[in-house]
């Protein structure tokens, strides 16, 4: 399954919900850069300045790993993509990969939203510094002020990426080069909508209810 949206659509809080749901494999490429870059490995190194300002990683570091991390266990069962495919060369890539190991891409779900709520939406996210666990100034504030409902850390940051100005040149480039491969899946009957602009767990259940619509 894969899920395509605009920087702040809910794509990360839903694919965790239905990895949950599912016991599928969850994978966000962002979430691999973040790591990388935390590591400070090569790919880290590399990548970094691109994540920081918003722009797009090449399209050989990001299928070197999604093809890498598809083949870990949990993904054996099937997987969600988010945050990828983001270009159409990636698109195409990504067939490729499953082809080969005899799987296909069953539904790729668009969350629609308009940019003026994820500008919003974005400016207020900020997640645990300890286990990175996401939250929001008004939509999911921690239980207890300050204090992780996930493991207890006390200290929080913003996302280097999450400033006004980087979300601008993400919304730029969703629409010039992500938004032009839904076409692609749409001409294969896989692509199907929500109405992100939903509450969390509405949107949950229209995804649920998309699911429950593929064999
Ligand atoms: P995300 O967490 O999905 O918002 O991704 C954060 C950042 O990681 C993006 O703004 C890009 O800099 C980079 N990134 C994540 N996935 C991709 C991808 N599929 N292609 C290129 N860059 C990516």
New binding site residues.
Partial sequence: MILIGP?GAG??TQASRIEEFLSIGNL???????DAIASNSKLGKQ?KA??????????D??IGL?SARIEEPDCENGFIL??????SG?AEALDRLLEKRGKKVDVVVEIKTEDDVVVERINGRFACKTCGEGYHKAFKVPAEDGVCDNCGGTEFEQ?A?DSEE?IRT?LA?YHEQTAPILPYYESRGILRSVDGTKDLDDVTEQLKEVLAAVN
């Avoid at 966000?28 to 973040?34: F, M, V």
């Avoid at 691109?50 to 399209?59: I, K, R």
């Fill in positions: 920087p794509k990360g966000s490429t962002g979430a691999l850069l973040r990548a691109l994540v920081e300002a918003g722009n797009f990683v090449p399209d570091v990001i999604v988010d945050g990828f495919p983001r270009t990636q996302r990426d980087k993400r480039l």
